[in-house]
């Protein structure tokens, strides 16, 4: 097994605040090794189709992305807040590059097949959908990559994808070449007992804990797919998966960032 790499996931109310933004991409340039960044960007892609009259349609917390809106997707995640996060991680003097999964064929996905409701132009990702090795490529030669959630289905079209699907199956097969930890942050400081008490984090949940706090509902409705995609990860080779407060990521290498989840 190689060196130790840490993938970071960066979400929620932190995108959208340029304050809290830039501390902490000041935190992750200070990370030591090898590093990779994945973002969203949904509040801001929102406000611009607002600003332009397209419509933003929601199922169930998901976007649904017709070709409209997948112009504007691409333009935000892709343009306007890739480029404003590696500028900055550039002025931290960490050598980012901005990617989609379009740059180095790096992630393909396939359109999610339509069920009960049409996504349109969302892309799922499978088993074989990242290529490892051009990633590598990018890291062995010292930049850090950092992702948007678009993904492309080697046909020239390209997909929105789901940034936190995207960084688990990136933690999946980067696995199979480095020591792999998986780092999701937003504005809670962890996995919470009581959502109301933001001191309330659990330290440590083990795979086997997972449903009993899900029968429990401990947790439940926005925490239960990362929790899955989580352990998921954990069960296809992925070292631990971390998931706390963007703003406390100074404390990860010190091992007391937010919940680790393990896998016993």
Do not use: W
């Amino acid at each position: 097994m190689g060196s130790v790499l840490n993938i970071i996931k960066i979400g929620g109310n932190v995108i959208d605040n340029a304050e809290q933004l830039e501390q902490f991409l000041e935190m992750f340039a200070a990370l030591q090794g090898k590093k990779i960044l994945v973002h969203g960007g949904g509040k801001i892609a929102t406000r611009v189709a607002s600003d332009l009259g397209i419509e933003a349609k929601m199922v169930d917390g998901r976007r649904v992305t017709d070709e409209a809106m997948l112009d504007v997707v691409t333009m935000v995640y892709a343009g306007l807040t890739n480029k404003k996060i590696v500028s900055l991680l550039q002025k931290f003097d960490c050598d980012a590059l901005g990617l989609s999964g379009a740059d180095g064929n790096a992630i393909k996905a396939v359109k999610r097949p339509v069920k009960e409701v049409d996504y349109g132009l969302v892309g799922d990702i499978l088993v074989d959908s990242v290529n490892a090795l051009s990633i590598k490529k990018f890291l062995e030669a010292g930049f850090t990559p950092v992702f948007s959630a678009i993904t492309h289905n080697g046909l020239g079209q390209l997909l929105n994808t789901n940034a936190d699907t995207i960084a688990s199956a990136l933690a999946v097969s980067l696995s199979k070449i480095y020591e792999t930890r998986l780092i999701y942050c937003f504005e809670k400081n962890g996995v919470l007992r009581d959502v109301e008490d933001p001191t309330s984090v659990i330290r440590i949940i083990k795979a086997g804990e997972f449903q009993e706090l899900k029968s429990s509902r401990t947790i439940y409705e926005g925490m239960i797919p990362k929790l899955e995609n989580a352990f998921h990860a954990i069960g296809k080779g992925v070292k631990n998966v971390y998931i706390g407060n963007a703003l406390n990521l100074h404390l990860y290498q010190q091992g007391e960032f937010g919940t680790c989840l393990v896998s016993k």
